[in-house]
DNA sequence: TCTTGACTTAAAGTGCACTCGAAGGTGTTT
DNA sequence: AAACACCTTCGAGTGCACTTTAAGTCAAGA
């Protein structure tokens, strides 16, 4: 019972990368085919597998030219399995960092949103500015 | 007791914009300075806080062409501020997204490293993939 | 046979948000 | 007088990650 393979343009309605994508991310060395006789690229389950890990590296983040130094590092075999676990590790620290920013912003964000609602309701005074009425939470 | 005004330069190590962004930005509409006999730009505290404030809402993910539209909105007075309000609802609820689908990026990532960990310390056999160890949690 | 879907290389285009430089001008400070 | 910080317009450049086009070839299926 041979794998299921597929061609391109079933892989990519898969994955939900275009065919260029796919096509742009062999160039790049992410994503590397399999070829029938006649040169036809065709994937695998694997290659499912790959791409989804792949998606949940650049959805942390990681650019291109890092994803294209964790592939070359695999590639190298097991000798770079320190390298490649720290890396995952920056970039997890750098994704939760962003995390925590966005955090952030979005408390100012809803203050705002809960300021507006007030000025609706007419249960913040007119005359009071966001800025002052934001300075009530500064010290939690 | 007049005001401290700031001149462009000053004010661009203030709020960590470079002066070409603060003159874009004027461009686009979103910072306005006032300008003094001679035509040159000054900011007050209160820029201060606005740009602090448009900072938190780039930082949300909103991008320029919305926020033009928020600061269109705000110069044209209380009659939208519903508009605006739902503006920033659904911008932090885009946001809010945005950091549950980082989140389910983050962990995969990190039993990525678990079980780089495991291999290290061969707590994992040499031969389980990272699918197979995925599986296990598929449950929870 | 014709359509469909695949293949190639190389180059150009897109969208976003800056970022920079040229060229020429004013006003303040050393 | 020179240096410095500011002013203007406007067009070009940057970085990233695609996205599309052009122009031509090939093979399987209806």
Redesign the interface.
Do not use: C, N, P, W
């Given at each position: 019972m041979a794998e299921k393979r597929y061609r391109i343009g079933e892989f990519s309605k898969l994955v939900g990368l275009s065919t260029y994508t796919l096509r742009y991310y062999e160039d790049q060395g992410l994503i590397i085919a399999q070829r029938d006789g006649n040169g036809v690229r065709y994937y695998t389950e694997d290659d499912i597998?790959w791409v989804g890990?792949i998606l949940?590296?650049k959805?942390?983040?990681l650019r291109l030219n890092d994803l294209k130094r964790y592939v070359r590092l695999r590639a190298e075999g097991?000798s770079t399995?320190?390298e490649?676990?720290d890396m995952?590790?920056k970039?997890?620290d750098d994704?939760?960092a962003?995390?925590a920013?966005?955090?952030?912003?979005?408390k100012?964000?809803?203050r705002?949103?809960d300021w507006?609602?007030g000025?609706?309701a007419h249960t913040i005074a007119d005359s009071e500015s966001?800025?002052d009425y934001l300075q009530q939470f500064n010290d939690k």
């Open positions: 597998r890990f949940h590296l959805g942390t983040g097991d399995i320190a490649r676990r995952l590790q970039t997890k994704a939760e962003d995390i920013e966005l955090q952030m912003h979005l100012v964000l809803s705002k949103i507006y609602d000025k609706v966001f800025h």
